[in-house]
């Protein structure tokens, strides 16, 4: 599709599984380690389950927005997925979750679209780029998300 990008990066931890799910489910410490963000919480009880709707306040005077996620899929410690709309774009973002000895290995795969037609053709023209911005969110997330998953761990 027209505009379409895929982004895909793998990141280690020493957090096991359980720990980086319990890390994604809870929204309420994400603050802590996204530091642009004044709250994050998982309707309706807290739990990621397909139908799940993941909200987050963005802290002013960041470049962060006010967010809305769905859940359309969710299979504790092993996989989650998550779609999204902000401004021109939608995206759907996947986290595979895989244990090894000294703890997890998360892949996170973003296939951002564009939602205009005219937003299309200036994505695909500009595609490293937008690609590169991508993979730098990515990084900006989970990075942090699994030092939350280690912290919780150490408990």
């Known amino acids: 599709m027209l505009g379409l990008i895929t982004v895909s990066r793998t990141f280690s931890t020493s957090a096991t599984p359980t720990a980086v799910w319990a890390a994604l489910e809870a929204a309420p410490r994400w603050p802590e380690v996204l530091t642009d963000l004044v709250s994050a919480r998982i309707e309706p009880d807290g739990v990621l389950a397909a139908g799940a709707v ?55 795969t973003s296939q951002v679209e564009p939602v205009r037609w005219l937003h299309r053709i200036t994505t695909e023209l500009a595609r490293r780029s937008y690609a590169r911005q991508f993979e730098a969110m990515i990084e900006a997330r989970t990075r942090p998300m699994l030092a939350l998953a280690e912290r919780i761990q150490q408990r």
Not at 77 to 100: M, N, Q, V
């Open 54 to 108: 993941i909200r987050t306040v963005a802290k002013p005077g960041t470049q962060a927005v006010d967010m809305t996620y769905r859940v359309v899929a969710a299979d504790p410690r092993l996989h989650l997925a998550i779609e999204s709309g902000a401004g021109d774009f939608r995206a759907r973002t996947e986290y595979a979750i895989d244990g090894f000895v000294t703890g997890a290995r998360v892949t996170v």
